[in-house]
């Protein structure tokens, strides 16, 4: 509707602007062609043809404009005044509107409804042509008004229309996206359950057999279909509409700190150190996986022996969010891909910190959930990755 509202305004903008500038120029040229013609229209093939102009001239033409014309000396002063085209004006009122002329300072220009244009004669003096163009901007104004009427009904019509068809249009793509999500968590479910099972029968053929190579490789594999699965259900569940009813008030900066007090002993036992610092205490729905994800990013690239740093600061309405970590090396053509599900920019290192690729994907779908934005930036050896939440109050 924005996007139509504004071409449609600038058409009705460009037709009416159009139409007054054509509207004004044929009258100029009606002016010109009195003053070539010395106060009068005359038919084509005369000395001055008129149509050499793209101004048609018929036989009733010398009869139509309203129009007087007043002769002036070298020094502004008015040396005579010609009033046999107009009736609604006496000598009086055109010395009021000659002044109004001169003190306009220009060579064309609009008085009320008359038109005017003023010419250098060859002994210094001028003549100034005033021509009633109340018909013609008469014309303009009802042609502007029949354009904003036509511009209002297409804008009803349209909207009408969109409010009574856009949830059956939109209904099919809501319904597709709710089965992909029932399917996830469906799936899980039936996933989980094999998986509890094969886990099972792993312990005892463990028991049975005693520990084997092969037996640890299929453990593994099945602990990591089971992280996958918690992380598929949880982006699914994320990207949910919020309940009113589930809405809850909290400490953000107590969320903050929790986060990073757990994450600290991670940091610390690969040599690295974490840096909080938390500016606010505000209040906002559940916001905990965010943080849990993007220091468990942080901790798990950071660069041996590097530094993490959070921040959790307030700006106006919005709650800022910032990790870092140092990370040499980072291709910056790929940071854009970061949010993307599955998405690894170093598949080995990934599988060595247990990285499945959904982590980012899944702060990304809470802090959207949350009507907020999430963006990520390097420089310097350091990457960065920001949230900005609307604060509740």
């Not at 040229?29 to 048609?56: C, E, R, V, Y």
């Not at 609604?88 to 008359?114: E, F």
């Not at 002994?123 to 209002?152: E, H, K, P, W, Y």
Request: charge should be negative; include cysteine; charged fraction near 20%.
């Amino acid at each position: 509707m924005a996007s139509l509202i504004g071409t449609m305004s600038v058409l009705c903008a460009a037709i009416g602007i159009s139409n007054y500038c054509v509207t004004t120029n044929r009258v100029d040229k009606a002016i010109f062609i009195l003053h070539q013609n010395g106060g009068t229209f005359l038919p084509p093939g005369s000395h001055f043809d008129p149509s050499d102009f793209n101004f048609q001239v018929t036989p009733e033409t010398a009869f139509e404009p309203r129009y007087f014309i007043v002769e002036l000396t070298a020094q502004k002063e008015i040396e005579s005044v010609n009033l046999e085209h107009i009736a609604a004006l006496d000598r009086q009122t055109v010395v009021d509107a000659v002044s109004r002329i001169i003190d306009a300072g220009t060579r064309r220009g609009y008085i009320d409804h008359y038109r005017f244009g003023i010419f250098s004669n060859e002994d210094g003096g001028s003549t100034i042509i005033v021509l009633d163009s109340f018909l013609q901007l008469q014309a303009v104004n009802n042609m502007l008004r029949i354009t904003v009427a036509i511009f209002l009904a297409c804008i009803l019509v349209v909207f009408v229309l969109l409010r009574v068809l856009s949830k059956r249009a939109i209904r099919p793509l809501v319904d597709n996206l709710e089965r992909q999500r029932q399917f996830v968590t469906d799936a899980s479910h039936e996933l989980k359950t094999s998986l509890a099972i094969l886990s099972a029968d792993m312990g005892l053929l463990e028991d049975t057999y005693g520990e084997d190579k092969w037996l640890e490789s299929a453990k593994s594999q099945i602990t990591r279909l089971d992280m996958l699965i918690k992380n598929l259900v949880e982006l699914a569940r994320t990207e949910e509409t919020i309940k009113e009813d589930a809405v809850e008030v909290f400490s953000v900066s107590e969320i903050a700190q929790a986060n990073a007090d757990a994450f600290q002993p991670l940091a610390e036992a690969d040599g690295k150190s974490l840096t909080a610092e938390i500016k606010i205490k505000g209040v906002q729905d559940n916001f905990f996986r965010p943080f849990s994800i993007l220091l468990d990013n942080a901790v798990k690239y950071c660069d041996p022996a590097g530094t993490l740093y959070l921040s959790v600061s307030m700006r106006g309405r919005n709650i800022y969010i910032s990790v870092s970590n140092s990370c040499a090396g980072l291709d910056t053509a790929q940071l854009s891909r970061y949010f993307d599900r599955f998405y690894r920019a170093d598949s080995s290192r990934a599988r060595s910190t247990g990285g499945y690729g959904i982590g980012l994907s899944t702060a990304k779908a809470i802090v959207t959930r949350h009507k907020g934005r999430i963006s990520n930036h390097y420089a310097d050896g350091v990457i960065t990755f920001t949230a900005v939440i609307p604060r509740t109050s």
